[in-house]
């Protein structure tokens, strides 16, 4: 991910690229490019500037959970470069960041970069900007995400109930579940109660005879982008689709996506093999 800032000051223009790029031998660390720029757009080259870097927690005024600063020299283009994690450390650990959340919903991030900027080589830093990281390094996430509880659910049709019919805009039921996770459960065969907030990953495979449509919905509401249709003749319905809650007990559904024919879901294929519907909710943050 790259995102662009643009500081100004009374000495200079910093424009910062902010390249969440990892290093495979060295994955707690991320690369930062900035081009130095005075105050009348001219270029400042090959001139020493001393940089300290902040990650911010939780806000643009939030706790700053690690601290470095650098003495990077400008090339003749004005450009800078220096990674994020080697600097001379002022304060914290960059590998101890927590850039997980946690499944309560009181959230690692989100994390802020304040660059803070000394034209002259030094520490009186005086031009100073603050960018969200809107994108955590996966690395990072995956380093601090492994100590998370996720929630499972897998539930699924057996085909000895034979071809099932599903009303317009009611939900698939889905009547057998394997082991699973307390936190997604179904109220009912058609609703699965999603007990955290949080962000779920959703697969499903629904298999129908004839023309149709299936779409997601969390708490009687459409998820638009989850609409998958089939053309005539026998299908196989497949999507996948994240969704996030804010709130407590999410009530998920697939439904018939048409408001005037039934969708047929079906329990065996056309040679009389039988087929399974299947729907899982993976809880990933």
Not at 7 to 15: A, D, V
Not at 172 to 187: K, V
Not at 243 to 256: D, F, K, P, Q, Y
């Amino acid at each position: 991910m790259q995102t662009t800032l643009r500081l100004t000051g009374t000495t200079l223009t910093l424009i910062i690229l902010i390249n969440l790029s990892l290093f495979a031998q060295a994955p707690e660390k991320m690369s930062y490019q900035a081009v130095v720029r005075g105050a009348t757009g001219d270029l400042v080259t090959n001139k020493t500037v001393g940089v300290r870097i902040s990650i911010l927690q939780g806000s643009v005024t939030g706790d700053a959970v690690y601290v470095e600063t650098h003495m990077p020299t400008t090339n003749a283009n004005g450009l800078v470069s220096l990674v994020i994690g080697t600097g001379t450390i002022v304060n914290g650990s960059f590998p101890a960041i927590n850039w997980a959340p946690s499944l309560n919903n009181s959230i690692a991030g989100p994390f802020f970069v304040r660059s803070e900027t000394d034209p002259s080589g030094g520490n009186n830093y005086t031009i100073s900007g603050t960018n969200q990281l809107l994108s955590v390094p996966y690395a990072l996430h995956a380093k601090t995400a492994t100590t998370t509880s996720l929630a499972f659910g897998h539930f699924y049709t057996q085909a000895s109930v034979g071809d099932m019919s599903v009303l317009p805009r009611a939900n698939i039921n889905f009547f057998n579940s394997l082991p699973n996770n307390t936190n997604i459960d179904r109220n009912f065969f058609g609703h699965f109660y999603l007990s955290n907030p949080g962000t779920y990953q959703v697969l499903f495979k629904v298999n129908t005879v004839g023309q149709g449509a299936v779409i997601l919905t969390i708490n009687e509401v459409e998820l638009p982008y989850t609409r998958v249709a089939s053309s005539p003749g026998s299908s196989e319905l497949i999507g996948i689709a994240q969704i996030t809650t804010v709130t407590e007990g999410g009530r998920l559904a697939l439904i018939n996506a048409s408001f005037n024919s039934a969708l047929t879901v079906a329990g065996y294929d056309v040679d009389g093999n039988e087929i399974i519907s299947s729907i899982t909710v993976t809880q990933i943050h």
